[in-house]
């Protein structure tokens, strides 16, 4: 190789690394996007700083269980419950709360530990069992959806204190508390699957199970774990939830996982495991949120966006698919 | 891959084509095949210039290959897999019974005797090839090529197939045959071309070449030994396994000292891989003991054995071994993230540095540790797997078909790391369906047969003869147990 073009290699090299992500096809029809919604809509309105900041606070609830969808994902498997977790930790917390039973704090460990359970239910259900995680985090989805019913008598839950409304619509320095929590746990969620040991096998429970286990990674553990943090981060979306909606409702969350599943998907985390990436699935919510965002801008009736959603999440995954194909 | 290479084959004529991993017998293929397209360069066939559009229209063309991985439907019989979606139909409805009676006159052609209904998952892996052989010759094929298709083969079985192919050979198609097995490679073909960096190194007539030559020809330098063995000196007993049975396992007892390969041999389905899950806690035993330093293993699992300092490199490493959609570092780093890393979060820097070690160690071919392991060739996927194993510094390194098809000079260094190893005190066991490789390599060698162990040679016995009476007739155990 001649010094010339060892010295233009990393350059080159850059491009074709953006170009070769797993979600580059996202990053294109996002920055496309963008650009089509800031010239189209009228008085420049998507670029308003308060607009954008609408965009992440409609999908900060997605995108907090996307991360834990994501971590299922990537080891292989699916998480069907997280909409009814969701639900019924929004409800039990709002209950614990509003009957003074116990301050915010203990209430919302409460309501998280209970989306833990479940969590930890669907994970022994799937380690030990066998039976497909579909099947399993359907019934539980349907099971917990039925006791997020029972603990709320079927009916709305208001009159939220203040403090927990907070939780749904303060900000901080302009900024929604929900987009914080959020970037949070999107950060967290990178942090564990980059840095960690647990990160690691993740991955390779996803990329191989066989192998994993002959490696000597303890793929039951594994599997176990990714479904109590997506029990666990779902059941704290459902409480930001609540304090969005202003009151707890046992119906909350219904179909939040296609949602979830979506972000994921868009973000290039693979459906048969063994790739995906925070950042990804940041940027597959955040094109969701600008898809919703825009197109309500420009008067599209709710029933076009549910089809054009569609039509993208498609090409989006078209897209990665064939990335990985050709990388392979 | 491939550029300029030039070849040919005469009807009714056997060429061989052999080369290191990487060399472009794949890609030959696949252009002959029809599945990819050459970028440049011809194909003449039968005195025509042809260039084929898809696998479907070289097979209409005449032209069969029977994959190292097969592609058949295991719930399917015989019959229905060789003529799926050419049925006669009659009434518009599929006429099962024809599909079964032309399977027979098939299988009439070669001198088989299977009955057409049976189901493919009833058949061992060297039937499965029968029957893509049938299917080729169902094509009225002119011209079948052969993708190491022994790899997985008994030697009894490779004989049948071998017959088979000769059987082709007489009734006039030409053959093209792929393979890493060069004594196999002598015994069949009329020809042998050799691939070397997606050229033509040479073309040799079989009946005035050697091995060396063509060893020569393969890697361009002369490899001194086919099978470098030194003896290491031997040290305590490190492993003591009595009487232990599990699954297929019966009954079995051997011990294993430091610096020693041990070899295990026996035909495909032996029992030496479940055995060597028993010991390594990919399944758990029913009974009798393990001993290692002197104290008893119970409740193994991989993570305890790999703690303990006990490894295995196992036999299929595409589906047991690696992790493909992820990079080499990943990969190599598996077995080792606790000592790579403090209170669960992983130390990248030493992380990479021991990885990248290792990797320029055993000389891993990749542009770096960041590199997608399904993007290497076979043999630096090995390597890969190796790596694995070796960063966890064993004591005991249990490597069933270490060698199984990677290229001559890629076998050359990982008999030189067995040897290594040894040298250093670590115990190797070696399971190997490479006969020459198990006899060269092995310091000892136990012999398998149904579950249990039928022998063990040493010295003098340590030859092809005394091998196969224990490996086929097990003559050492007088058998009411094994019938039983």
């Known amino acids: ?328 | 891959m491939m550029s300029a290479s030039r070849s040919s084959l005469k009807r009714g004529e056997i060429l061989c084509i052999c080369g290191e991993n990487g060399a472009g017998k794949s890609t030959l293929i696949k252009i002959l095949s029809g599945a990819e397209t050459p970028s440049s360069g011809t194909i003449i066939y039968e005195g025509e210039e042809i260039r084929f559009q898809s696998p479907d229209h070289a097979h209409r063309m005449g032209i069969s290959t029977v994959y190292q991985e097969m592609v058949q439907i295991p719930e399917m019989s015989i019959a229905e897999n060789i003529y799926l979606g050419r049925y006669k139909k009659r009434f518009g409805l599929i006429d099962f019974n024809d599909a079964v009676v032309r399977t027979r006159e098939l299988m009439k052609r070669i001198g088989l005797t299977l009955d057409p209904n049976t189901k493919i998952k009833d058949l061992s892996l060297a039937k499965r090839q029968l029957v893509e052989i049938l299917k080729a010759i169902s094509y009225e094929s002119k011209i079948v090529i052969f993708d190491e298709p022994t790899s997985s083969l008994s030697e009894e079985e490779t004989q049948i197939l071998m017959d088979v192919i000769f059987k082709l050979k007489e009734a006039g198609v030409s053959i093209i045959y792929i393979s890493h097995r060069l004594n196999e490679i002598f015994r069949i073909s009329d020809r042998i071309t050799v691939l070397r960096d997606g050229r033509v190194a040479g073309t040799v007539l079989s009946s005035e070449s050697n091995i060396d030559e063509i060893i020569w020809l393969m890697v361009g330098r002369n490899l001194e030994q086919q099978f470098p063995k030194e003896y290491a000196e031997l040290g305590e007993t490190v492993l003591e396994v009595k009487n232990l049975s599990g699954g297929i396992v019966y009954d079995c007892s051997f011990s294993l000292r430091a610096g020693e390969v041990l070899g295990f041999g026996g035909l495909v389905g032996a029992g030496r891989s479940e055995l060597m899950e028993l010991i390594y806690g990919a399944r758990r035993y029913d009974s009798g003991s393990i001993t290692y330093h002197g104290r008893d293993l119970k409740k193994i699992s991989p993570l305890k054995a790999i703690e303990s300092k006990i490894s295995l490199v196992p036999e299929d490493r595409r589906r047991q071994g690696l992790i493909s959609i992820l990079p080499i570092r990943q990969n190599i780093s598996l077995s080792y993230l606790k000592e790579l890393s403090r209170y669960g979060f992983m130390k990248l820097k030493k992380e990479s540095r021991a990885t990248e070690d290792i990797f320029d160690k055993l000389h891993i071919r990749a542009p770096s540790v960041r590199t997608l392991v399904n993007k290497l060739s076979g043999g630096n996927q090995q390597k890969v797997v190796l790596a694995r194993s070796l960063i966890t510094s064993p004591d005991i390194l249990i490597l069933d078909e270490p060698t199984r098809g990677i290229d001559v000079g890629t076998k050359v260094e990982i008999y030189e790391m067995i040897n290594q190893l040894a040298a250093s005190g670590v115990a190797i066991i070696l399971i190997s369906s490479d006969l020459p490789e198990l006899l060269a390599m092995s310091d000892r060698i136990v012999v398998m047969k149904e579950g249990t162990i039928t022998g063990e040679l040493t010295g003098a016995d340590m030859n092809e003869t005394t091998f196969m009476k224990l490996a086929t007739l097990g003559e050492e155990v007088h058998d009411s147990r094994i019938s039983s």
């Open chain 1, 1 to 328: 190789m001649t010094q010339e073009s060892a010295r233009k290699k990393p350059g080159k090299n850059l491009i074709q690394r953006l170009f070769s992500l797993s979600y580059s096809g996202l990053i294109i029809i996002t920055l496309v996007l963008v650009i089509l919604l800031s010239v189209v809509t009228p008085n420049n309105a998507f670029l308003q700083p308060n607009n954008l900041l609408n965009v992440l606070r409609q999908v900060s609830v997605y995108g907090i269980m996307a991360v834990g969808m994501a971590f299922v994902m990537i080891s292989g498997g699916i998480d069907l419950s997280v909409g009814s977790v969701a639900g019924f930790s929004g409800c039990v917390t709002s209950l614990l709360v509003t009957n003074e039973v116990m301050s915010l704090m203990p209430s919302m460990l409460v309501g998280v530990v209970s989306g833990l359970l479940s969590g930890v239910i669907c994970g022994l259900i799937i380690a030990y069992t066998g039976i497909p995680p579909f099947i399993t985090t359907l019934s539980v989805q349907i099971s917990v959806r039925g006791l997020a019913y029972i603990v709320a008598n079927g009916k709305p839950i208001g009159n939220l204190p203040k403090n927990l409304l907070n939780l749904g619509v303060g900000s901080v320095f302009g900024v929604p508390i929900p987009i914080i929590f959020m970037v949070l746990f999107l950060l967290m969620g990178a942090l564990i699957l980059n840095r960690t040991t647990f990160g690691r096998t993740v991955y390779a429970v996803g990329g191989n199970r066989t192998a994993a286990h002959l490696a000597g990674v303890n793929v039951k553990k594994v599997t176990i774990l990714v479904y109590t943090i997506s029990g666990v981060v779902s059941a704290f979306a459902g409480i930001v939830l609540a304090a969005r909606n202003v009151s707890a409702q046992p119906n909350a969350g219904v179909a939040f996982e296609t949602e979830a599943i979506a972000g994921c998907a868009m973000g290039g985390v693979a459906f048969d495991g063994g790739s995906g990436s925070m950042s990804g699935v940041a940027l597959g919510i955040i094109l969701m949120g600008i898809i919703n965002n825009g197109m309500n801008l420009l008067g599209i009736s709710s029933y076009w966006q549910l089809v054009v959603k569609g039509l993208i999440m498609v090409t989006a995954v078209i897209y990665s698919m064939r990335n990985s194909k050709r990388n392979a």
